[in-house]
């Protein structure tokens, strides 16, 4: 075998292009990537929202945040405004910050549930540094990395702006099309693509980027999927971009219907806009009307349908093709995990490279850690939909009443009657579960007996504190858009 691995990447967009940039800029010397997209074919190219850990990626890659921000027209995230989930005309502010102050015995939410029961406590959110400030649509970059934030970035510039980076660290591009897939005869591996025009390109690990396709791990290996629709109803997305007016919130909004949810994210020259749905409960033409009745801004073009089946493939590396992206399976954006997924997947991939051969272990770990977090942003998106108040519409009344998987409902069951939230490992959302149970009306039935062992007057200082001390600092950072006019 070659001393430098043959790595080809089936496809462009953000998936392709962000692993393209992090394999030639983590892995220098180790390997030949080669990246194969057609210019005759689309991406899908809506997801712009972030959570805070593509900061961190970014880190890794060596990216300036200002080049970043400037080449994808970006703006800061601190969380994301949840309206008409709990009930219609109820919101609340899934921020991405710690709440409070936590504990070796017990977290903040234990002090503050006896807080409010002797009506001494604020509301959750105000002990959220990230949460205040984005109520008060401010930001700033803090000491010591003291605010958690994500970006709302256009996924096309973003993906262009990755291109750029790999290839000027050398990666070669294919514009073609793929006709052809083929797997030698004894192991099953891939062996090569055949393109349109005849050219074959080989390789030693094989990247599905296809998208929905999954042209290499499903369609030609046919690894299975996983079908989560009668967890997640939504199965479509009518999606658009307007004109921008008003100021820069540095927060997404989602926004529920009848049938499902809207997104309004906030970049510096637009807003981009869609309505995820099901199809049980909604028609095309109905999400259509919906959607660019509810835009303010003059619309930049014609509303843009997507059709998805929300679960994921049971294998997401098999054989020697893994699987990023769309083409892995597919979750719905409520948490704006999608580029989170992939970037995931991109550094446990990175961390468990087949440098000589390609290891039965190595591919297990790393289904397994695949499965592991799937399941648990899975649970997390379905505690949106099953713990909720709202019953004015056929599709909120089978969320309300619809089986759910048993580790979310251990997950409800323990906050119910406990107050507690445990996570496996490193899990995502450390903080937020706590604020969207809190956020959708479902209040724990007792606190942790360490919160008793505060005195009252001691209790009331320590929440005053906390709360204080986070106002003092939003009282001192500058408007996010004026913030926003100081990067360029």
Known sequence: MQSKQRVVIAGGGTAGWMAAAAFTRLLPGQVDVTLIESSEIGTVGVGEATIPTLAYFHKLLGIDERQFMAATQATFKLGIQFEHWREQQHQYLHAFGQTGQ??????????WLRGRQLGIAAEFGDYCLESVAARAGKFAHLPNNGLNYAYHLDASRYALFLRDIAEQAGITRIDGTISAITTDADNGFIDNITLADGQRISGDLFIDCTGFRALLIEQTLRVGFEDWSHWLLCDRAVAMQSERIGELAPFTRSIAHPAGWQWRIPLRERMGNGLIYSSRYMSDDAASTTL??????????APRFIRFTPGRRRKQWHKNCVALGLASGFLEPLESTSIHLIQQGIIKLIRLFPHKQILPSAVDEYNQQCTTE????????ILHYCVTQRNDSAFWRHCQSMPIPDSL?????LFKQTGSVFHPGKALFEDSWQQVMLGQG???ERYHPF????EQAELADFLSHVSGTIQRTVATMPDHQRYIATMK
């Open 409 to 413: 409902q251990q997950k409800i069951d």
């Open 374 to 381: 799937l399941a648990h942003i899975r649970d997390f998106l």
């Open 451 to 454: 919160a008793d062992t505060m």
């Open 292 to 301: 660019t009745g509810s835009v303010s801004g003059e619309a930049l073009h």
């Open 442 to 444: 479902l209040m724990p």
């Open 102 to 111: 936590t504990s070796f015995a017990c977290d903040f939410q234990h002090f």
